[in-house]
């Protein structure tokens, strides 16, 4: 897909997310997955006064869309495609011109990307300061929900959700003794965190891009929730019901412990960090090869294998405090650890760099060279951090 109709499509679902207050699954993982670069968002939050929006709405009605709309194509240079996306967005296209003319999305969309000057500049910059992104929430009826500190209820056909402090909280109670089907989906992208508490009683805490899918409400003999990324669970026990984590890689069933979860794709590792209980571990082709975990051991997956070994569960865990705790790790695991809060890419000039080990502990509010000088000054190395349009990398180097 080029540059230019992805921004129209982004447009349109900007437009459509205010005026309806519904996305589907499909088009709320795009709008996410573009609203993970921290400038994005910022002009995003510019564009979002809803009462101003909508007021504008009679006046875009008396204008000839589909000319708009010809006009808005013949600039971008789209084209007639045979290649089908995940969503209709062709439909969407006519609408989004309204708002390339008139609201000014399109002025920030050429001027990212078509700055005759700043295009493609490479800038050196001193640092990356760490910004909070808003999770979102994906209700059983399919209804999308960005979690804002300003909305502290949800109300759905299953039931009043809380939403406090950056911790959901599902309450058996209003769900007025009916059983609620489906499943919601909670998605927390880079530069978040989130906690939710399921209808058990179960905590979660979910790590930045991360997505964690659970039903409204457990029922039957079995709890089970599917993961993609990291999370720390504390699950309610009950011994009639075990509690099961399934990812790609592999599955953590418990009755009731303390455990952390790192699934990342990118990671290509699958780690399930006991700190509380007992659980069980298997691979996901494996079904019938598994491994019981006691505290302090950690179960890990890797080129197919499955393998314990003893680590201080307190490593493990360290995010959802707000820290980044690392002991005796190679550089290239920690830098791609940070790159899923600061948002960047990690380039090392030489690969024997990667290796390099580190222990230490780093607040998740700092900004980032605080952490990369400490390094530089024990690890004898170098390190330089640059902007292309949106897009952040941090070079290491000798």
Known sequence: MSQGKKE????????KELLTGELSIEENTLLQEWLSVPENQEYYQKVIDLETFKSKERFYNAVDIDAAFQRIKEKVGFEDSPVIPLFNYKKLLKYAALIL???GIASVFFYM?????????????????PKYNNPTLVLADGTVVSLEPKKEKIVSKNGVISNVNQVLVYDAKDLKGV???GDNTLIVPVGGIYAVSLSDGTKVWLNSKSTLKYPVEFSGNSRKVTLEGEAYFEVSKNPHSPFTVKTKSGNVTVLGTHFNISA???DRNFETTLAEGKVKVSEINKENESV?????????????????????????SAWKDGKFYFENENLKNILTKMSRWYNFNVKFEQKALEQIKFTGIVL??????????????????????????????VTVSK
Do not use: H
């Not at 129209?8 to 437009?15: F, G, K, S, V, Y």
């Not at 490479?122 to 990356?128: M, Q």
């Open 292 to 316: 019981t975990l006691r505290p302090g051991q950690q179960a890990r997956v890797r080129n197919e294998a499955l393998k314990v070994a003893e680590v201080d569960p307190s490593v493990y």
């Open 179 to 181: 059983t609620s089907t």
């Open 113 to 129: 990307n078509n700055g005759s000057d700043l295009k493609n500049q490479e800038i050196v910059v001193n640092s990356i300061e």
């Open 101 to 103: 003319l008139f609201v």
């Open 364 to 393: 998740k509010d700092e900004p980032i060279d605080r952490f990369l000088d400490i390094i530089s000054k024990t690890s004898n190395v170098k390190y330089k951090i640059t902007k292309v349009n949106q897009t952040y990398e």
């Open 8 to 15: 129209i499509i982004i447009t349109a679902l900007i437009r």
């Open 264 to 266: 990342y794709d990118e």
